[in-house]
DNA sequence: GACAAACACGAGCGGTCGCTCGCATTCTGG
DNA sequence: CCAGAATGCGAGCGACCGCTCGTGTTTGTC
């Protein structure tokens, strides 16, 4: 084990080969997006993209490197796209412009890649993309935590790390009945997401006039 | 196929029988509980009861029955057990206690049989056990409804519907997150599920005092 | 045009899974 | 006590899955 460096040694990829990659990872988006990622097997996918399994595995060591390759790419043109959602926010942007936004760059981006959803919060996934949804989850609940605690400078930080877990669940769940319905009724549920955790929220930093934050029930019991 | 009735013709079972059905019951749930129900193999179920394949599908005929008799088992108890926890609620009551009197029971039966949660929300669940989800939902959907109509008799049915499905989400957000934590921790994230919810429907309802619910955004756009 | 590398194919290998079957053992009614 | 039903076993069948490999085709380079 001296120096059997098996480096990924990127094979000279001819411009046919990218495009059957782009090809696969899209028939892969579908198949992972309708059936999950362990119920989609490689032989579906190759089909779907209307080559050979042996064609697949040219481009794809084994089947979790492609649910890898699709989220990184997802990752990357997430943090490409709306990278600034998550950015520091302006402290004098009201609660509900602050969370209507967030939001909105959220839905939008998985409505257009609904295998997002699918490999993040699927149920049987192999560990790499564990770590990833981790990874993001972590992010964001850092965000989350930062911008309650530039509201809530009295909180500790488990309360401030629970109620931006609650926070992120109750996205998750609204994403979900966002995603499962379309058109003005899908409007619809972005407006109760976003009122679910503005009336959430709001009683806990107050209108950030000073008031201490009426809160109805105690907390850390 | 005039009269070749292969209806259940329910085997004498010996008091051995019905132990071993209990027996592999149990170990399914526990298989079930940390694989998911794909994942869990019959075998891996019949090793888990200390029984041979054999044995399992002397009492099973097939790996959907054992899901399915489980989950019978379980909606059973739960009607049982907390039937009444759905029952309409006086009027009287008032939403505070509403809320948390049934998300305590929900949360205390799921805590007691968590792999309930897992066959009612599992991502890949043969058909029949996705129909007993179904139902479920629909039941407790049109409860909710119910309840929601009474303090709400302006709202149209599609507001309505929309209201009980993201209580249920929410729910079920909350349910997850209860699951992943224990002791003090569990009992704060329950406490702030209830404030989710509450705090989601109190500006819909006012304090019922003829009030007409402030609310502060516009409904059915 | 020659040569090698990249690309494409699809039969099939090894393995797992749901499930079966023949046979041994235990219980129960008469 | 014994015949037959119920229970128990475990090797193994057929199907499918992830993946390989030998072979043939296309592409880039000189």
Redesign the interface.
């Known amino acids: 084990m001296s120096e059997n460096e098996q480096k990924e040694q990127p094979r000279r990829r001819q411009a046919r080969g990218e495009r059957r990659i782009a090809q696969l990872l899209e028939a892969a988006a579908n198949v992972f997006c309708t059936t999950?990622y362990?119920?989609a097997s490689t032989n579906a996918i190759a089909r779907e993209a209307g080559v050979s399994p042996g064609t697949l595995y040219q481009f794809f060591p084994n089947k979790e490197a492609i649910a890898i390759e699709l989220g990184e790419r997802l990752m990357h043109e997430m943090r490409e796209t709306y990278g600034e959602a998550l950015a520091p926010v302006d402290p004098a942007t009201p609660l509900e412009e602050a969370v209507g936004a967030a939001v909105d760059r959220f839905i939008a981006f998985n409505c257009d890649h609904p295998v997002f959803f699918a490999l993040m919060h699927?149920?049987?996934l192999p560990g790499r993309i564990t770590e990833e949804h981790d990874a993001l989850h972590a992010t964001l609940l850092a965000r989350v935590e930062d911008l309650l605690g530039s509201l809530l400078p009295d909180a500790s930080p488990a309360d401030l790390t629970?109620?931006a877990?609650?926070c992120l669940?109750?996205h998750?769940?609204?994403l979900?009945?966002v995603l499962a319905h379309e058109g003005?009724?899908r409007?619809?549920?972005v407006?109760?997401?976003?009122?679910?955790l503005i009336?959430?929220l709001?009683?806990l930093v107050g209108d950030r006039l000073g008031r201490p934050a009426a809160v109805t029930?105690t907390?850390?019991?």
């Open positions: 999950g362990t119920a699927g149920p049987d629970r109620t877990q609650v669940s109750v998750k769940a609204g979900e009945l003005a009724e409007d619809a549920y407006r109760e997401l976003k009122d679910v009336r959430y709001e009683p029930t907390r850390s019991a």
